[in-house]
Each structure stands twice: as C-alpha cells, then as structure tokens.
Nanobody, 123 residues
C-alpha cells in the first residue's frame, strides 16, 4: 500500500549537514506516521526520529535531539530528515519507515520500509 524511496545520503565531514528524503507512493500516505531508523554494521537497528500523520508531533532519540529535524510534506508525499552537526557516530544506513496512524520508536511496529541510504561521516 505504501512504497518508500529514499535519497540524500552521502559522505560528509564531521560538523557537516545532510538532508535525507523519503518519497512515498500510495494514496493513504497522509494517514501514516513516518519514522527514520539507522543501522551500523554489526549493530541492531536504532530509532532516530518519527513524525505523526498530521506533522504536528515528533519524537527523537536522545542521541540526535537538537541536531536532527524530521518533517513531512503530505502534498508531496515526502518525509525529510535534516541532519546538522553530524558526528562520526552517526555513520550508518538510514531507513525510512511507515506505520498506520500512531507514533512509535520501535522498529518492529512499522509496516513498510525503504531500501536505506548510506550516511558516512568522516572525522
């Protein structure tokens, strides 16, 4: 019902910025909460940020709070993750995910996933 296509990853130096985009197809996009997760080699998938279906409520992992901002544009069927002040510890594959209605920080509660986009932060 929801297909997610991600873009915007890349290689940046510590302190730099990137904006990730997740373009969704499907007529019910506006009714889904959207989340960003990341996974580094050898580690479990980690919650980063999420936004509810209206865009009026967001949650963030403590590790990114104050540096990352999640937003969405329902008219464009797109969710964004603006990442500022990047650190080497942020290096990971970043995944966009969708869940019906409610916010969640748990990856197992999300129904749809994108393919991931790599973010690498050099020191």
């Amino acid at each position: 019902q929801v297909q997610l296509v991600e873009s915007g990853g890349g290689l940046v130096q510590a302190g730099g910025s990137l904006r990730l985009s997740c373009a969704a197809s499907g007529r019910t996009f506006s009714s889904y909460a959207m989340g960003w997760f990341r996974q580094a080699p050898g580690k479990e998938r980690e919650f980063v940020a999420a936004i509810n279906w209206t865009g009026g409520s967001t949650i963030y992992a403590d590790s990114v709070k104050g540096r990352f901002t999640i937003s969405r544009d329902n008219a464009k069927n797109t969710v964004y993750l603006q990442m500022n002040g990047l650190k080497p510890e942020d290096t990971a594959g970043y995944y966009c995910a969708a869940r019906r209605y409610l916010l969640s920080s748990s990856n197992v509660e999300y129904e749809y996933w994108g393919q991931g986009t790599q973010v690498t932060v050099s020191s």
